[in-house]
């Protein structure tokens, strides 16, 4: 395992000027350290789930003018894709790290999957851990505290799943910049492991 850590440096790819120069910035520093990544826990997690893991590092490749945001790995059960299919996710932002459980608008069974988690919101609400956050849209920063929603919120997380076509459900934690980068590479790998263990009921429910 080669993974270092990740440094302000993966963090300033994203002030960077172009498409072009961005993504060049993106090949050389943070890529390489995503694709140590997958290739640690697609073997973690595939033992963990009892399903072979696949990990796809995001390419970006339908960008023509502006340059992403942020970026990451995912993992799932195909090698041929994840955005339909329940997966996890470590990416960047520019302000701070997220490792998450993903399943996103393009998946089929994603009302299906609503229900299911509404059925177990008392113990998702009681036994998901305080810090971890919630979003409903893959593509912003912006979250939720867990432990800032009332039960009556997070069901209403669950329901907008079932009803809305876009709506998407993601649980995890975000490791801030400045806590990230403090980091090494060892002290990361042990975060995100145990990140990963308090997600698997999410992952099995699907």
């Known amino acids: 395992m ?15 000027d172009g498409l072009d120069e961005r993504m060049d910035a993106l090949k050389t520093t943070i890529r390489p ?5 997958g290739k ?6 595939s033992a963990e789930t009892g399903h072979e893991i696949f990990p796809h590092v995001a390419r970006h490749a339908r960008r023509t003018k502006n340059p992403p945001n942020d970026t990451w790995v995912a993992f799932a059960s195909s090698p041929r894709g994840y955005k339909m299919l329940p997966h996890f996710q470590i990416g960047l932002w520019e302000t701070h790290v997220f490792i998450w ?9 994603k009302e299906e999957y609503g229900k299911k988690l509404e059925d177990h919101l008392d113990k998702l609400y009681h036994e998901i851990p305080k810090d971890f956050v919630w979003s409903g849209d893959h593509t912003k920063p912006g979250v939720y505290k867990h432990s800032d929603l009332s039960k009556d919120e997070l069901k209403n997380l669950f329901i907008r799943l079932q009803t809305v076509k876009k ?3 993601l649980c995890g934690v975000n490791i801030s910049r400045e806590d990230a980068i403090k980091m090494n590479g060892n002290d990361f790998i ?17």
């Open 40 to 45: 640690h826990f697609s073997t973690v997690l």
């Open 190 to 206: 042990t975060a995100a492991d145990h990140v990963f263990k308090k997600l698997l009921p999410f992952y099995k429910m699907a």
């Open 2 to 16: 080669t993974f270092s850590g990740f440094t302000n440096d993966d963090f300033s790819v994203f002030t960077i």
């Open 33 to 37: 350290k995503l694709e140590d990544l």
């Open 167 to 169: 709506a998407e459900i």
């Open 101 to 109: 459980f993903a399943m996103i608008y393009e998946a089929p069974n």
